[in-house]
């Protein structure tokens, strides 16, 4: 079945640690792959988006994600989390061969210990 | 400009009741999507419309419906509910186009008791 995953359910860092999250989808054909976050009490937001061209993506407050074709990946890097970063982050994929729908990850749960 | 908004906040119903809520997409936002986020669980998507138009449906029973109205705002019908329709239900718009982002609302958290 095609779907998103994130293997990483809970994630506990401390201040300035790096943080990879992990995200890997099914769907074959051309994606546009996403990265959301959920701040305790908000909506979700998008942190970063990639839709073609160079496979690494910069994204706001220093998050970034590679794109690796091959691997089916799309994972979510930071080199240094801060307190704030403690969040709900999804991955999404939009498949383009699917009806232009988005699908979602099940989340990871990120605290960053200060 | 304002976000996505949508209404009520809060819901509290009944079993086997039924239940409507409403979606502003952003200003000259012509698609909008509905999806479900069970506590623990990513956002499933319920529904796409555009330009008043079913894109796309989800994997969710037909007691789900959604209409989207000349001003492209929507709503999201939800009949006979169940426990576990408890959740927070979100709506998204973008403008139309390849891959565009959406933006995500607030979301209406549905209880039933």
């Known amino acids: 079945a095609q779907s998103v995953s994130q293997h990483n359910h809970h994630v506990i860092l401390s201040e300035a640690a790096s943080l990879e999250l992990g995200c890997n989808y099914s769907y074959g054909g051309t994606v546009n792959l996403f990265w959301y976050v959920q701040y305790p009490g908000q909506h979700l937001q998008l942190l970063l988006k990639y839709f073609s061209g160079d496979p690494l993506v910069k994204g706001i407050k220093g998050f970034e994600a590679e794109f690796i074709k091959s691997k089916f990946s799309f994972n979510l890097r930071k080199p240094s989390v801060q307190w704030s970063d403690t969040a709900e982050y999804f991955c999404a994929v939009n498949a383009l061969n699917t009806g232009n729908q988005f699908y979602f990850g099940t989340g990871t749960s990120l605290t960053v210990i200060p | 400009d304002a976000g996505v908004t949508q209404s009520p906040t809060h819901l509290i119903k009944t079993r086997g009741q039924q239940v409507t809520l409403r979606c502003s997409p952003i200003?000259?936002?012509?698609?909008v999507s509905w999806y479900q986020q069970v506590l623990g669980q990513g956002p499933q998507f319920i529904f796409q419309?555009?330009?008043?138009?079913?894109?796309g449906r989800g994997n969710f029973p037909d007691r789900f419906s959604a209409r989207q109205f000349p001003n492209y705002s929507s709503e999201l019908n939800v009949n006979a509910l169940l426990l576990g329709d408890s959740a927070l239900y979100l709506c998204a718009s973008k403008w139309e186009g390849l891959g565009n982002e959406q933006f995500f609302g607030p979301g209406t958290r549905l209880t039933v008791l």
């Open positions: 200003s000259g936002h012509k698609s």
């Open positions: 419309y555009y330009e008043k138009e079913e894109r």
